[in-house]
């Protein structure tokens, strides 16, 4: 694919639209991995955290020999463990509380205010973060930086000479995490029933041109292939391979499947419109009657193939969740998010 180029599929009817498609087909492979290119380092690395502080010491020394500072976002002061090495000790704390002009424009959104399809910050803040990441590298003037969640390993220098290198023709450039499949708790039901499961791009390792149009991240699950869709209909997006994510289990918390339901459809039905070529029906209620009935079918499929109960519970509580969700309300909340896609990236291009 290429760099700049949006996606021209065929069109297709309504009718055709597929919840079942593989997203790596949409974006490009960086040939770029053993690039070398001081033009192209990093000038800064964000890791949110959130109660996980050996994660932290493990992260921080895998970074040690990089030489882009690191800003860790804490959601409190308990996040952060004491240093044990200088290159520890060199890792700055940011805070977006602290921060009322950046939290101002998020709590503004008109998508942070839908009570549907919004989960509250004191519950789950990793998309304001995320987006206080964006706002913290366009005021320092930083152009090249790179997201990274506190549990992923197995970075080294080709991927991060590559990523920074990738940002000189594209806006994003990330890692598909393979070994533990970085997915969400039906995904990995699917997984367990013998279903096919791709993990894409995410949030958690993502190398970001900040001078470019970049949107923002939804207070939603699945904030990041959000984030990421109008790059990919635009082709400004591409893979550099695979890395590694510490395993956790996915079913420790009941409460997580209704939690990520919303963000699943969202996003699910998203990335299916960009595969058919029809990104541009976003905004339809029957568009997205139609995604839901799909979703409905095969969340009640899967319920009947699932043998693990909690796994069955998991899918159940899902289903549940959709069967609140119309078409309407997905149309509605999708423009909300064109609309606050602007605001943010007009707020942004003020900082510069």
Known sequence: ?????????STGSLDGISIDFNPRDLIAKCDLLGTADRRSQLQAIYVPTK????????????LDGHHAPVFLLPSRAEDIPPPRSSHELSAQHLSFQKDPASLSVMRSL????????????????????RNYALWHARENHFRRILLLDDDIRGLDDTVFRAGSAALRRWALAGAFIDEFPDTSVIGHVESAVGERVVPFLSGSCL?????????????????DWIFMA???ASGNICSLGSIRQRPYDPFSESSRPAFQEPGEIIADGLFALLVCGRYGDRLDQSTWSAILSKRREWLTVLAARAENPVHRDAVEAARALCDRVRGPDCAEYVN????????????LEELA
Not at 110 to 129: E, G, M, Q, V
């Open 230 to 232: 109008p790059h990919i």
């Open 336 to 347: 909300d998010l064109e609309h606050d896609r602007q605001t943010w990236r007009r707020r």
């Open 207 to 223: 190398f970001v041109r900040c001078d470019a149009s970049i949107g923002y991240f939804p207070q939603i699950y699945n904030e």
């Open 1 to 9: 694919m290429t760099p700049g180029v949006p996606l021209h599929r």
């Open 51 to 62: 109660g996980r502080t050996q994660h932290v010491h493990e992260l921080l020394e895998s």
């Open 110 to 129: 008109r998508s942070a205010s839908n009570p549907l399809f919004t989960t509250p910050s004191r519950i789950w803040d990793l998309p304001l973060k």
